[in-house]
T-cell receptor
């Protein structure tokens, strides 16, 4: 069965520093996708970055990069040069493509606090 | 590009009253549609998903139901709300063959 685990309920980071948000997953399907979403206090879900299980290189999108370690089944999000506007909830998610790609499941989330 | 409309944004309903939340999608056809619920300060729980008109899969047994009367319309309903139904409800859309799932703005439901 699919499972996503985010073990950090909250994280603090100083403005302009980098931070890593942890995510581990479990699936028996060899074909899957991993996602990170940001949820500010307004509640909307903002897509940040995607990593496919067969992608050879780690995904990067601006200040966001995904540290994908397939053997360890981890997909940590790295935010470089943190900004005050990065304070939000961050969710890791996974979709198994072998199961028809129908279900995306989410972790419990990590609340990031960026300090000035 | 696709757009997801979800309404209402905020809803306060008494216990035992019915519920109907609507989600419509523009800019695409044959999407996979999802309803998620987020309890305060917690992650997203998948409630229902649909891969086509009239096709509904339920992930969590509860007093909620979903329907998909049209290709780009997904409705979440309840005949009698419980206090535990309070939460933030998000509709999501995924285009088969693509990677990203798009979300609506969400409905904050408070059952009193």
């Amino acid at each position: 069965a699919q499972k996503i685990t985010q073990t950090q309920p909250g994280m603090f980071v100083q403005e302009k520093e980098a931070v890593t948000l942890d995510c581990t997953y479990d699936t028996s399907d060899p074909s899957y996708g991993l996602f990170w979403y940001k949820q500010p206090s307004s509640g909307e879900m903002i897509f940040l970055i995607y990593q496919g299980s067969y992608d050879q290189q780690n995904a990067t999108e601006g200040r966001y990069s995904l540290n994908f370690q397939k053997a360890r089944k981890s997909a940590n999000l790295v935010i470089s040069a943190s900004q005050l506007g990065d304070s939000a909830m961050y969710f890791c998610a996974m979709r198994d493509f072998g199961a028809g790609g129908f279900k995306t499941i989410f972790g419990a989330g990590t609340r990031l606090f960026v300090k000035a | 590009s696709q757009t997801i409309h979800q309404w209402p944004a905020t809803l306060v309903q008494p216990v035992g009253s019915p519920l109907s939340l609507e989600c419509t999608v523009e800019g695409t056809s044959n999407p996979n549609l999802y309803w998620y619920r987020q309890a305060a300060g917690r992650g997203l729980q998948l409630l229902f998903y649909s891969v086509g008109i009239g096709q509904i899969s339920s992930e969590v047994p509860q007093n909620l139901s979903a329907s998909r009367p049209q290709d780009r319309q997904f409705i979440l309903s309840s005949k009698k709300l419980l206090l535990s139904d309070s939460g933030f409800y998000l509709c999501a859309c995924h285009i088969p063959g693509t990677s990203e799932a798009f979300f609506g703005q969400g409905t904050r439901l408070t059952v009193v």
